[in-house]
């Protein structure tokens, strides 16, 4: 069972990966969940999120949620796409069915910031945490700058969900957007680390989130038909933009419970962090021409119908509160 800190912002994607990753104890313990600005900047609101669903699935007790930048590191925010897709509340504008919560935000370890607490949890179990990044990598990247090479080398790996290659976006035309909220944290992390898997828009892109498996989500349980409900405004709204609605976040926690789903090409990517139309994007050298190490796992391929068939076999083991 691999241990996680998942640092997210969630976000109607994010939380699906969220309660995937709650479903599947045989193979991901979640130590933590870090939150960093990305969907929305109002990082309260997407902490509350996160307590939300653990609530919704008795696990706010287990499972301390810790919220980080509110901020990119040195670009102003530009997430208003992000809030428009995942609307004004993270979720689609739905309710949650815990009906005293909804205006009652949950708060926890207040005197510590992700990143302090992603250093602090990773020097205390070195080679033990994986890092997956659902998000914009601020977090990460302030823990690099921070912590240095003795936590840069004290974690276990990183699963990051964000990217692609080929030269396609979809914030912009050339960056995905986690990425692209964040183009200077992407290169610091991608700089940082000699074992990252890349789940981005080449591989999510082949995992349409349509009626068809949204109607199965609903048909499970009272929290497959809350999935069924956060993403119908997602999907309209991606759909009249002419973009595919696409399973992204829980990508990268699927591929953490089966990677046999996937495959893969390694290469070494780095981020443009400064170009006029292409800042964030993320760029693939698979020969060696930069002479660096090919650090990441960028994976191009995953089985529609084994992720599906996987996604709803767990999901339906979950039970609400
Ligand atoms: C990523 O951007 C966010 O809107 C989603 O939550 C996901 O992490 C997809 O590009
Ligand atoms: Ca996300």
Known sequence: CERIILDCDPGVDDSIAIFLALASPDKIKIDAITIVMGNNNDVDLLANNACLLL??????????????????LASAYHGHSGIQVHAQNGIGNVKYPIKDLNENPVEQYKDVSAAQFIIQHVLANPGVITLCAIGPLTNIALAVSIGGEKFIKSVRRLVIMGGSVGGFGNKTAAAEANLANDPHAGRIVFDAFNDITMVGLNCTRQLPLNKEIREKMRKLHAIGQFCFDITAHYTEILQSWNDSPCFNDPTAIMYLIKPDLFEGQRACV????????????????????????????????????????????????????
């Open 55 to 72: 609530q919704m699935c008795n696990m706010s007790s287990d499972i301390p949620v810790i919220k980080g930048a509110n901020k990119p």
């Open 270 to 321: 780095d981020v443009e962090d400064s170009g006029r139309l292409t800042s964030g994007q993320t760029v693939a050298d698979w020969t060696g021409r930069w002479g660096r190490p090919l650090q990441t796992l960028v994976l191009t391929k995953v089985d529609q119908n084994g992720f599906a068939k996987e996604l709803l076999d767990r999901l339906a083991k979950l039970t609400m509160f």
